[in-house]
Each structure stands twice: as structure tokens, then as C-alpha cells.
């Protein structure tokens, strides 16, 4: 019989701590700290969702983390077998294959914002938005507004930053989790604080400084409602990557050492981290423009944060192409360190169930999340546009079914799983690392009863609300 450090070191593991805690915390910060954060705290009264937020991430969101750790080291492989083999010759199994099967859809899409974020790098970096900005400031149209639509619709240029996106993804899933994965982290991580430690530090120039630090920290409990509590924790279910397949397989390379709890601890510190940050960056900017409004939604980052930049910093040429440029370089790291996370899911599952090698896997999902990222791009335009369910294009319709449907299902049934019908001896020996980690068996029992009474409850009740609203 294979011993467990046996089968770890067939498939491969992070060499140091440090290198575990990056790559997770990179499946783990993405576009939803650098653009929806900032999006749902804009629409949700700032202050107010910023401290519902860090409560729902202290009860929800790091006993969730830690219940994928504890399934992804006890098993010891991708999230597709996980669960068959904590549960064998049971239904169970359902569970891996629906977050695997949501990676691979999310990837579908995501890779065609990862384009988007690829193409405004280069927008930024050739100066495009200052003339942009002028025609703007000159005859009132927004040319931002036009620009992207265009973009978006155009039936190559999207595809062309897709494919490119993609391409570099798949370089570093095929160098392995060492080479690849572990390497990349402890070079994209970093890189990723500093540039936005630099954009903070730009912040405080701006006229807007202020008026945004007090949307963001300055306490206003009037606006907590229902609303403002379900959009938290629907942004921590995002933000954390739960459900998705990546916390799950990114603990099946831990050591055995390793202690989930703290762990997890780290990597909800960074996480947030990055998602407060990325406020202290972007609430400066928006309040330095007059008409513009932080509940502006997603259009922050590809319409209004262009021209927000070049208005904001207009005194400083420099200043304000190099904001623009390291803003959206910083969009691409966080992007790629998801696209990363989410391939490594899929790749991890063909090559165990199918036997395939590690190459010939990553190119078989490389491939088929481009043309299924091309279907969805194409989508937005003239060719498909066309094909609507339920009103949504194909694009849209990719996003609801995850997000709304399949994220949350699979979220249920995970914590039903950890709290319920994982083996509880297992349970502890994950918790406690082996013995190596005593000091944390204290977490077993508040664990449990949150993740049996608690969580399944929340994600039911956030799923529910948003049907009803």
C-alpha cells in the first residue's frame, strides 16, 4: 500500500511554506478583490459592507477554506477524486466532478476578461487613454464607453488577447507545481503588493484622498441591511475562491507539516489585504472627478477608471500614464494567478483519472477553454450575439450558472460533507497536522457545528435571496 508521503512526492508538492501560502493565496486573489471589491463596496455603502465583509470572512469564509484544505490534503488529489476517495462507492463523489466541472466553465469566461485586462495594459502603456480623455473633455461624449463596446464586439482583437492569455497560463501549468506554479507565485505575489503599496502611495495626491479614505474606513452602520449582508457574503464566497476546485487541489501539494489552520489564516489576511487595497487605490481616484459616483459598478475599470486616472493626476503627464499602466498591470497579475489556480483544477483531474501526462493534460484543457472562451467573446458581437437564454448571451449565461447556481450548490454540499460525512479521525489529523499542530485541535468542534448549522444555511439563504431579488 502507498504511503501518504509516498503519493505525495508522485505528484509533486510546494517545496516551502512560504511557496504553499503564495500559491494559494494567488488562487485566491483575483479580479475579485481588484474589481469587484471595490465594485460592491461602491454600491454597498462602503464602510458599511467593508465591516460586514471582514465579520462574514471571520465565520464564513476561512471555515470553508480550511474544510477544502482538509479534503484536498486527506485525499491527496485533484479535486475531481477527492471526494471519492474520502467517500468511496458513494454519491459523494458528485461533489469533486461539480467543482471541477466549474472551474472549467469559469475559465471558459474568465479568460476572455483576462484579454480585456491584456488589452487595456497595452492601451495604457501606448498613451491611448490621454487622447481619449481630451476628445471626452472636448465635445462631452464618452469615448471610453465606445472604445470598450467596440472593443468588446470586435470579432478579433478579445479572441487575440485571450489566446495570448492563455498561452503564457498554460506555460506555467506545464512546468509543473514546483517550476511552475510554486516559482511563478513567489515572483507574481510580491510583484503584485508592491505595485499596489505604489498606487496607494499615488493616492494620497489626489484631490480626492480624503472624501474616499471616509467612504472606505469612516464607520456609517445606518447603511448595514439585508442587502448590503448577502452581497458581503457573496463576495467572500467569490473572493476566497470556495467551491471552485482551487483550494481543494492547491492543499493536495501541501506538506504534511503544514498547518491548514494558519494557513488559512495567511491566506484570508492577504486576500483582504489585496481587496482593501485595491479600495485605497481606486475610492481616491473616483472622488477626484467631479460627476462621477463610487456606485458606478463594473464600469469602474474598463470606462471610468481610464479616464479617472488621466483626470485625477492631469498635473503630472507621467505620473498619470504610469498609474494607468502599473494599474492594469496589477489587473493582469491578479488575473493570471486565478487562470493559473482554476487550470491547475482541470489539468490536475485528466492527467489522475485519465492517465494522461501532465503536457498532454494541460494542452487538451488549454485548448478547450479557448474555443470555449472564443464562443463566449463572440458572444458580445455581431456573430453571436444573437443566441440569448433567458435574455443573457452566452457570456452572461456562463456567469449566472456559476455563480448563482453552481458555486453555491457546490458550497452546500462541501460543508455538508466536511461536517457531516468526512471521517472524523481524518478531520482531526488534518486539523492538527499529524500531532504536528496540537495547539489547533481546539478548532475541531466550532468547525463542525459551522460548517453542519452555519454555512449551509447562509449559502442557501444567498442563493434564495438573490433568485428572489
Avoid at 467517500?87 to 479568460?111: E, H, Q, R, V
Avoid at 485586462?117 to 501606448?126: D, M, P
Avoid at 479614505?213 to 473572493?239: G, H, N, T, W
Avoid at 497579475?333 to 494541460?362: N, P
Wanted: glycine letters at 8%.
Amino acid at each position: 500500500m502507498t504511503t501518504e508521503t509516498e503519493q505525495q512526492g508522485s505528484r509533486g508538492g510546494f517545496s516551502t511554506k512560504l511557496g504553499l501560502v503564495l500559491a494559494a493565496a494567488g488562487s485566491a486573489i483575483g479580479l475579485g478583490n481588484i474589481w469587484r471589491f471595490p465594485t460592491e463596496t461602491g454600491e454597498y455603502g462602503g464602510s458599511a459592507f467593508l465591516l460586514v465583509y471582514l465579520i462574514c470572512i471571520l465565520v464564513f469564509g476561512l471555515p470553508l477554506m480550511i474544510a477544502e484544505f482538509t479534503v484536498g490534503r486527506a485525499a491527496r488529489s485533484s479535486t475531481g477524486n477527492a471526494y471519492a476517495i474520502l467517500a468511496p462507492k458513494t454519491s459523494w463523489k458528485f461533489i469533486g466532478l461539480a467543482s471541477t466541472l466549474t472551474a472549467f466553465l469559469i475559465l471558459g469566461y474568465y479568460n476572455v476578461v483576462a484579454g480585456w485586462t491584456l488589452f487595456y495594459l497595452g492601451e495604457a502603456a501606448a498613451g491611448s487613454f490621454v487622447s481619449m480623455s481630451s476628445q471626452t473633455a472636448a465635445d462631452g461624449s464618452n469615448v471610453f464607453a465606445e472604445s470598450f463596446g467596440a472593443f468588446v464586439s470586435n470579432p478579433w482583437k478579445p479572441i487575440v488577447c485571450l489566446v495570448l492569455f492563455m498561452a503564457f497560463t498554460h506555460v506555467v501549468i506545464t512546468a509543473g507545481v514546483k517550476k511552475g506554479i510554486e516559482r511563478f507565485s513567489k515572483l507574481m505575489m510580491p510583484l503584485l503588493f508592491i505595485i499596489m503599496l505604489f498606487l496607494c502611495g499615488c493616492s494620497f495626491t489626489m484631490p480626492g484622498f480624503r472624501k474616499g479614505m471616509e467612504f472606505l474606513f469612516a464607520p456609517d452602520f445606518d447603511k448595514i441591511d439585508a442587502k448590503v449582508v448577502r452581497s458581503a457574503l457573496a463576495q467572500c464566497f467569490y473572493s476566497f475562491s470556495l467551491a471552485m476546485g482551487c483550494i481543494c487541489t492547491y492543499a493536495s501539494y501541501f506538506r504534511a507539516d503544514a498547518n491548514l489552520a494558519k494557513t488559512a489564516v495567511s491566506v484570508g489576511a492577504m486576500d483582504t489585504l489585496a481587496a482593501v487595497l485595491a479600495g485605497i487605490v481606486i475610492f481616491p481616484a473616483v472622488f477626484s472627478v467631479p460627476g462621477l459616483e463610487p456606485d458606478s459598478g463594473a464600469k469602474l475599470v474598463f470606462i471610468a477608471l481610464p479616464n479617472v486616472f488621466d483626470s485625477a493626476l492631469a498635473g503630472v503627464p507621467v505620473l498619470s500614464w504610469l498609474v494607468s499602466c502599473l494599474f492594469y498591470l496589477l489587473l493582469v497579475i491578479a488575473t493570471v494567478t486565478s487562470t493559473v489556480s482554476l487550470h491547475e483544477v482541470i489539468t490536475s483531474y485528466v492527467s489522475e483519472h485519465w492517465g494522461f501526462s501532465r503536457t498532454k493534460s494541460a494542452w487538451i484543457v488549454s485548448i478547450l477553454c479557448v474555443i470555449l472562451g472564443v464562443i463566449c467573446s463572440l458572444s458580445m458581437g455581431p456573430y453571436l450575439g444573437d443566441i440569448k437564454v433567458a435574455g443573457m448571451n452566452i457570456f452572461d449565461l456562463f456567469d449566472f450558472v456559476t455563480a448563482q447556481l453552481m458555486l453555491p450548490i457546490t458550497g452546500i454540499f462541501i460543508s455538508i460533507f466536511v461536517g457531516w460525512k468526512m471521517n472524523r479521525d481524518t478531520l482531526m489529523r488534518e486539523l492538527t497536522s499529524g500531532g504536528n499542530c496540537s495547539g489547533t485541535a481546539w478548532l475541531y468542534k466550532p468547525l463542525v457545528f459551522i460548517l453542519r448549522f452555519i454555512a449551509p444555511i447562509i449559502i442557501a439563504w444567498i442563493m434564495i435571496a438573490a433568485f428572489l431579488d
